[in-house]
């Protein structure tokens, strides 16, 4: 494991790190509890899928990239503009440091100067560290969805999570 020495610098994610945010998220898929993608999408789709704001990568002291967050629109529909889904991403090497936190903690404030009322994110329940983590950082759990869809042919569930802003959309 690589200790990372002193806090990471929370920076906006640029194109250029997808290379390094994109390895990230194999390492995410690889390991089996952190989401049903099969695959890295290309960034092309990736960067369509995620919102333009309130995109975030840590990087070590070196500038190099140990984690990321981004946020994805949950409807297309006017009404839901400030509800987005968050996603949090660590290296291996990097976790239970403290690092996903410090994401999502400023994931959180960057959220709501955006104009982002709830962040919402679906766990499995497995992944007991980024449970944690959420409940930490002020998230709720509000159901879990029972074999909510099948991977490597296995029925998983789903730990619904969400933090409703103190701040926006009171």
Known sequence: MMVVAAAP???????????AVSNIYLEGILGG??????????????????????RLVARNEEG???G????????????????????????????RQGVGRQLLREM????????????????FPENHLSLK??????FRQIGRRKHVAKMDGLWRDTVMVERRSPKVGI
């Not at 610098?9 to 290379?19: L, N, Q, S, V, Y």
């Not at 290309?42 to 919102?51: F, K, N, R, S, V």
């Not at 949950?74 to 991403?89: D, F, M, N």
């Not at 709830?118 to 766990?123: A, H, M, N, R, V």
């Open 33 to 54: 509890h952190a989401t049903f993608e099969e695959a890295v999408p290309p960034w092309e789709e990736w960067d369509t899928a995620h919102l333009k704001i309130c």
């Open 9 to 19: 610098k929370i920076d906006t994610m640029r194109p250029e790190d997808w290379p």
């Open 64 to 66: 190099a990239v140990v």
């Open 133 to 138: 983590m959420c409940e930490v950082c002020g």
């Open 108 to 123: 959180i404030r960057v959220s709501e100067e955006a104009g982002i009322w709830t962040l919402q994110g679906s766990i």
């Open 68 to 95: 990321w967050a981004a946020l994805r629109p949950v409807s297309p529909r006017a009404c839901y503009r400030g509800v987005a889904e968050v996603s949090v991403y660590v290296a291996n090497r990097c976790q």
